[in-house]
């Protein structure tokens, strides 16, 4: 009797889980909460996410991952543990997993996130890059003799790569992601009005009136609460559009300078396919107003957001593992299993 094959994309603000012929079965924020007490599990995805910057003494939420890779092991590993269980708790057969991961990540965070995966209730597990699976969820033919080009934007990391005949010819990846937005415009108000706000706060001002390309003529102004940084008394600002661009511009250069390195780093042949086909842009942030038309200015190749951008690594993922003969619990060497793309019937 064949076990359950999920695509787990373990991301830095959210983790999806994808179930082969079942699509998306979970998205949840990657936060737990726990009793400082008695280390037991309070809450964990969306209802630990609200309780963020509003939990009293008792209670500790915390945020397992960051930059892409598990930065508390413990509580990683019970998150992740707590999600697979709410996908398949009546299930025989322990699920087989394949997670993604981005590809600046080291072989002791490969490591921690293999034990993770097993240690959550999954049978065997495998990594593959988020560039890849980006590219796989988002139906690029990456076994075709051209080149295409996918930038997968995430919470804590940007990957990016020009793919061609099942591999890489060329990729950055880099640990600026939607994060650091968030935390610029943290920076930002506070500088610019000693007001100081959480995390949430800023988040949705990023979703709200965030834009890499704001328009003069409609820019959108915004009620901001939180602490005066002087008297300590609660305060309301108000901000706009223009304003919070101008906090963007250090992760938007950061990010645009990879997609160009990429570029830079192509062979000639595929730039030419890529200038034809274009860019495509997945994970969360690539759904910033402005940030396609912006990429295209830098990079001069048209760019367009793929279909559910947010889905694209988990949906690549489950597909990748789909097609994957061999499974082993010991594949610790992403490169090993990124170089056996021509396993995956892409």
Partial sequence: MPGMKMGIDLGTSQVVIVVAGRGVVLREPSVIAVDRDSDKIIACGREAYEMLGKEPASIRVICPMAKGVISDYDYAERML???????????ILKPRAAVCVPASITEVEQRSVIEA??????????????????????????????GCMIADLGGGTTDAAVLSLKGMASSVSIRVGGDDFDEAIVRFIHNRYNHIIGRQTAEQIKKTIGSALPDPEDNPLMDVKGRDAVTGLPKVIQTNAMEIREAFDEPLEEILSSLQRVLENTPPELVGDIYENG?????????????????AQRTGVNCRVADHPEDCVALGTEKALKYVGIMSAGVYDINRFSYRLSDIDA
Avoid: H, N, W
């Avoid at 543990?81 to 009546?90: I, S, T």
């Avoid at 597990?125 to 051209?146: F, M, Q, Y």
């Fill in 81 to 91: 543990r707590f999600f697979v269980r709410k996908v398949c708790a009546y299930k």
């Fill in 117 to 146: 995966t097993l240690a959550s209730g999954a049978r065997r597990a495998v990594l593959i890059e988020e560039s890849v699976a980006a590219a796989i969820g988002a139906g690029l033919d990456v076994a075709a003799p051209r």
């Fill in 279 to 295: 860019l495509i842009l997945s994970g969360g942030l690539a759904q910033m107003k402005g940030l396609a038309e912006l990429a």
